[in-house]
Nanobody, 126 residues
Framework: QVQLVESGGGLVQPGGSLRLSCTTSGETFSGFAMGWFRQAPGKEREFVAAISRAATRTSYADSVKRRFTISSDNAKSTLYLQMNSLQPGDAAAFFC???????????????????WGRGTQVTVSS
């Protein structure tokens, strides 16, 4: 079992930045691929970014490329999502997720992840 807890969400103006964190406990953090997903009201959960075990590979949704950066710190068992140039369309509940995978794999589908946090809300408004 692994427990995931997101933090760092909040209200930010368009063009602003936020850094989300996801702390994990219960299992060896380095054994998981990790991902960020988001869900806006009335919409399906969508992939944002993912990072492989040992952080050797990353993948991003086209809508966030060059604006968002996913990273991980094995020593702290923590996943991060640095979000820059935020726009109103980025507003959503953001969820981190963990998946048992082979080294180098970067899961892009929600169903590939077995563990989820409860989410943190990001609001982008002036």
């Amino acid at each position: 079992q692994v427990q995931l807890v997101e933090s760092g969400g909040g209200l930010v103006q368009p063009g602003g930045s936020l850094r989300l964190s996801c702390t994990t406990s219960g299992e060896t953090f380095s054994g998981f691929a990790m991902g960020w997903f988001r869900q806006a009201p009335g919409k399906e959960r969508e992939f944002v970014a993912a990072i492989s075990r040992a952080a050797t590979r990353t993948s991003y949704a086209d809508s966030v490329k060059r604006r968002f950066t996913i990273s991980s710190d094995n020593a702290k068992s923590t996943l991060y999502l640095q979000m820059n140039s935020l726009q109103p369309g980025d507003a959503a509940a953001f969820f981190c997720a963990a998946a048992w995978t082979v080294t180098g794999a970067v899961p892009l589908q929600a169903q590939q992840y077995g563990y989820w946090g409860r989410g943190t809300q990001v609001t982008v408004s002036s």
